[in-house]
Structures are given as structure tokens and as C-alpha cells.
T-cell receptor
Framework: QQQVKQSPQSLIVQKGGISIINCAYE??????FPWYQQFPGKGPALLIA?????SEKKEGRFTISFNKSAKQFSLHIMDSQPGDSATYFC???????????FGGGTRLMVKP | DAGVIQSPRHEVTEMGQEVTLRCKPI?????LFWYRQTMMRGLELLIY????????DSGMPEDRFSAKMPNASFSTLKIQPSEPRDSAVYFC???????????FGPGTRLTVL
């Protein structure tokens, strides 16, 4: 019930391309869905987040698409840049608590 | 703001030794989280505190692990005795009551030989 499944585990994209990372969850009590970005040797940092009352949220080149009925959400990185190369984690949190449940992570490499 | 501060950044110890990891949350944050990150298991929540009180420690792997938060500015995660399988990066994170974002520290890379 608490699991968040993330795919793919790794992704290679050419500079300028679109990177797409997908997550699926089971617990319908989840009401907050953030994406975190982690560079080597650093802690994860919030990139963008969405609540289930909207189907899409865009911040610059980063967009979250949310499908409540399918219990899926995805991160799209438009015009991917080498500086976007990092590990990305989706997460989910229930409305009753404080705890984030993280997906397994996706290691993105953007080739110049 | 200095962000979440963790020390040490790297720790190498031998099996059986006691290890203490330290965290200073962002001032004014009332929730603190300890995570462990490994290649095999990803990012796992170990324990979290609200207002210095442990709320959920179900992620603590076993009795060798303990965590304390004696005040709003300081928390420790202790492993005694340490084992090679405890080798991981340990993160501390904090957040305020009024905002969703958890802010992570830089982590402590623990190696148990």
C-alpha cells in the first residue's frame, strides 16, 4: 500500500531531447507528489511537486503530469541539458502524515 | 540560512564500533527525518520527529540503531555495534509545519569495514 514504483532505473537522452520518468502508486490516501533531484555527493532537493486536484504543473522546463484514475504521475524534462544529469526521485505522502515514500530513483544522463 | 547541517561528512569505522551521526535542522523547522540511502534499497525513512518527539521509528532496521532529538536544534543517529551492512549514506532532512518541502542535508557517508 505504501509502495511507489518508479521507472526507468536509468535513462540516457541527447541534449535538447525530452526526458520522461514515470511513477505509479497504490495508496489512494496519497495527496502530495514531489519530485526530488539529487546530484552526486549531495542530498536530494525538491524540484517540483503536485497535488491531485490538478492534472499538470509546469515550472520552466520541468512538468509533472498527474493521472489520478490511473494512480500514475510522471516528470517531463523538456530541452534536456547536460546539467540535468542527476538522479531523480518521485515521492508521495499521505494526507494524514509527515512521511514521504520514495520511488527507487532514475539516473538520468544527458549527452552533449 | 545555512541549510541542514550534518556531521561528519564521511565516517570510516570497523565492525563492532559505535557510530554517532549528527544533524542540525534548519532553524524554525519542527519536523526532522533520518533517511538511509543504498544502491540496493534506495532512499529509506528510518525515523522522524515532530517537535523533538519521535513519531514513527518503524523504519529503524534493528535495535542497534537509535535516534534522539534532545532539543529543536540537534539530533543524533547512533549505531551500536556497527556492521558492514550498515554502510550507506545517511541523510537528515527537516521541514516546517506549514510547508510541504523537506530540506535535505548533504549526508554522511558511512563505511563499516
Amino acid at each position: 500500500q505504501q509502495q511507489v514504483k518508479q521507472s526507468p532505473q536509468s535513462l540516457i537522452v541527447q541534449k535538447g531531447g525530452i526526458s520522461i520518468i514515470n511513477c505509479a502508486y497504490e495508496n489512494t490516501a496519497f495527496d502530495y507528489f514531489p519530485w526530488y533531484q539529487q546530484f552526486p555527493g549531495k542530498g536530494p532537493a525538491l524540484l517540483i511537486a503536485i497535488r491531485p486536484d490538478v492534472s499538470e504543473k509546469k515550472e520552466g522546463r520541468f512538468t509533472i503530469s498527474f493521472n489520478k484514475s490511473a494512480k500514475q504521475f510522471s516528470l517531463h524534462i523538456m530541452d534536456s541539458q547536460p546539467g540535468d544529469s542527476a538522479t531523480y526521485f518521485c515521492a508521495a505522502r499521505g494526507n494524514a502524515g509527515n512521511m514521504l515514500t520514495f520511488g527507487g530513483g532514475t539516473r538520468l544522463m544527458v549527452k552533449p | 540560512d545555512a541549510g541542514v547541517i550534518q556531521s561528519p561528512r564521511h565516517e570510516v569505522t570497523e565492525m563492532g564500533q559505535e557510530v554517532t551521526l549528527r544533524c542540525k535542522p534548519i532553524s524554525g523547522h519542527n519536523s526532522l527525518f533520518w533517511y538511509r540511502q543504498t544502491m540496493m534499497r534506495g532512499l529509506e525513512l528510518l525515523i522522524y520527529f515532530n517537535n523533538n518527539v519521535p513519531i514513527d521509528d518503524s523504519g529503524m532496521p534493528e535495535d542497534r540503531f537509535s535516534a534522539k532529538m534532545p532539543n529543536a536544534s540537534f539530533s543524533t543517529l547512533k549505531i551500536q555495534p556497527s556492521e558492514p551492512r550498515d554502510s550507506a549514506v545517511y541523510f537528515c532532512a527537516s521541514r516546517t509545519r506549514t510547508r510541504d518541502t523537506q530540506y535535505f542535508g548533504p549526508g554522511t557517508r558511512l563505511t563499516v569495514l
